[in-house]
């Protein structure tokens, strides 16, 4: 026998009669799959993002050694070093460095050796000039001069002295994870900021032929450069954000453990209200209701409240995530000092996060839900009405 109103027109009439009961058990779920799948879309979209930028990098990079530390190396030589290992195919010296703005804040100062590898970034700085990224704050104005209008200038201060330069343009929020705090400036005078010699540069960034052969490369560079170098693999690169990024979250995934126990708290509350409700499940097999339709009833009950939550979560966990220009990620994972960077993130593993949380409190919740049913479904209705155990 069908039921009049149809099995989901029964459901709604059902839940209507406890309109609160069914409102919070929405927002439950809704609060539980959106700060669980947060904080897990936050993790693998870091993960997926530090593998896409590393992965447009250099297979290798060689930085000379001391016992100092790190120490510069000769460019050409350097190159044509590298150049006569088998197996690779480029190498490119590049030039960087720790420095600090008139404000104090810390800045990495990167000196344009080859203007076609930041063409995508406009014009490359010219000698006295820097381009500078959308954290890096400009000088304040000069109380003498405050009322005349001048162009936007930076200060730096690294291991090389003080560079006063000419701010020759900004780069946009697309570019905050790479270059948040980058400075770009002229090769001659990132090398006089940072105290390195003419024709001396940071590391050597190099290319090769076959990405599997990274680990062989890498060995014989070490072999075939005269000083002692370290020779660091994309794949150790990729390997040490990943893991930074775990460390990081790893106190943020502590919220899946109050979560866990909203859930586990949900399924009870569900399974208690179904030993409840088995003199109204007799009354509805009293009436001709068959084990489907109960079954059914119990079904979309349980779906209509639960289903647009869980939605409406993870719709919320990917806007909080994904939509470009997100702050607070840097703000709450690192602690950012000063303006934290505006993020672009890469949605990688987005489906399976999707798949993951929803199909976690969607299936214990069904099958709470359909429990009831299922145990009533060979029981006499008359014990059913009187209450009795199946």
Not at 45 to 68: I, K, Q, Y
Not at 331 to 359: H, S, Y
Request: hydrophobic share 55%; aromatic share 6%; proline share 7%.
């Amino acid at each position: 026998m069908n039921p009049p109103l149809g099995t989901f027109g029964w459901a709604c009439r059902q839940l209507a009669r406890q309109p609160g009961t069914a409102w919070l058990t929405g927002l439950s779920i809704f609060a539980l799959v959106a700060a669980s799948a947060t904080v897990l879309l936050l993790e693998a979209s870091f993960a997926a993002t530090a593998r896409e930028l590393l992965g447009a990098g250099p297979s290798l990079v060689v930085r000379g050694v001391d016992a100092a530390g790190w120490s510069p190396l000769a460019a050409e030589p350097a190159a044509r070093t590298a150049r006569a290992v088998i197996g690779v195919t480029g190498a490119r010296p590049r030039i960087w460095g720790t420095a600090r703005s008139a404000g104090g804040t810390a800045v990495t100062a990167i000196g344009v050796v080859d203007p076609v590898e930041f063409r995508a970034l406009g014009q490359a700085p010219a000698r006295g000039e820097a381009i500078v990224g959308p954290g890096v704050p400009p000088d304040g104005p000069d109380a003498a001069t405050a009322a005349v209008p001048e162009p936007e200038r930076i200060t730096l201060v690294a291991a090389g002295g003080e560079r006063r330069l000419l701010v020759a343009g900004r780069l946009g929020p697309a570019s905050g994870l790479a270059l948040h705090d980058a400075v770009l400036l002229h090769a001659d005078d990132a090398r006089e900021l940072l105290g390195l010699g003419p024709g001396m540069v940071s590391d050597l960034a190099v290319w090769v032929y076959q990405e599997a052969e990274q680990a062989a490369v890498a060995r014989e560079l070490a072999a075939a450069f005269p000083g002692a170098v370290r020779v660091t693999t994309r794949t150790e690169a990729i390997g040490a954000a990943v893991a930074g990024f775990a460390r990081a979250g790893s106190l943020r995934l502590l919220l899946l453990v109050p979560a866990t126990l909203a859930l586990c708290l949900l399924l009870v509350v569900v399974l208690r209200r179904g030993r409840s409700a088995r003199r109204e499940l007799g009354l509805y097999k009293a009436l001709g209701w068959s084990t489907g339709d109960l079954v059914r009833l119990q079904l979309f009950a349980a779906l209509v409240p639960a289903l647009p939550a869980v939605l409406l979560g993870l719709g919320c966990a990917s806007w909080l995530v994904l939509w470009p220009g997100r702050s607070w990620p840097a703000e709450w994972l690192f602690a950012w000092p000063g303006r934290a960077p505006a993020l672009v993130l890469t949605p990688g593993g987005l489906l399976q996060v999707m798949l993951g949380v929803g199909g976690a409190v969607l299936a214990p919740w069904l099958c709470a839900a359909l429990l009831p049913a299922l145990r009533c479904a060979a029981v006499d209705p008359q014990e059913l009405l009187r209450g009795g155990e199946s």
